[in-house]
């Protein structure tokens, strides 16, 4: 398997340096680049594509909670673990679902717990325990067909194929049972608006999910959860708030 790609961004050179350090502990990361500051760290995960980005959360030019908001817009499958040594971030941290929160001075064994915490739900042969999904008394029908505009033109596709709707790269993606991916230029809440809300949940702000293709859901931060999905490699996000209303669409 190849090495876990990381991304480390701290204004100060010596926290730079232990992060290093800490990263270099564990067998099957590669640092691939450093950042000075908030707007660098966005030149380097869109140019470097990192699977882990450490940050802290006071940095010139845009600050680790406002780099992390435009990341998860750009790739929301990449784990951000803030480094900070202040704690009064943590609620805006995990706002945009931070995997972790490391309050400075950390100490090594408390990160590279959380390395390997990483390390696993990148795994995808890692067996994990599973929350219950609540399961649906039949499955729901989705109606119509979905007309996509994209820069080749239009596309339609049966709404009953779609499986995840995410935010990739700037744009709403969507992945059908079929194997298809679809870009188009509207936003996920427009796209959210023209699906049957007793079949498409929102489950994260990044992404939304067709309810009868959930496989199962394990634990992913602290208070967010991994949903995996029938038919499709993609993976979802949904928050500790959004799990509980899932169980009340069910009970």
Known sequence: MDNIRVIIADD?????????????????????????DGLE??????????QIVFLDVEMPGKTGV???????DMDPSIIMIFATAHDQYMGDAFEVYAFDYLIKPFKVDRVLRTLERARDRLNPDKDEEALP??????????????????????????????VLVQREDRSTV????GGERYVTGDSLSETEARLDPAVFFRCHK???????????ITPYGRWTYVVRLKGIQQDALIT???YEELEQLFS
């Open 174 to 177: 969507i992945y059908t049972s």
């Open 133 to 162: 999904v609540p399961a649906a008394p039949a499955p729901r029908k989705a109606a119509a067909r979905l007309m996509l505009h994209h820069k080749e033109g239009v596309s339609f596709v049966n709404t009953a194929d779609i």
């Open 66 to 72: 406002e780099a992390a908001r435009i990341i998860q």
């Open 41 to 50: 760290l966005l030149e380097l995960v869109e140019k470097l594509h990192p």
């Open 206 to 216: 990044s992404y939304i999910i067709n309810l009868n293709c959930i496989s199962n």
């Open 240 to 242: 500790h708030e959004k």
């Open 12 to 36: 100060n050179e010596d926290m730079r340096r232990i992060e290093r350090k800490m990263i270099g502990k564990v067998e099957g990361f590669e640092l691939v680049g450093e950042a000075k």
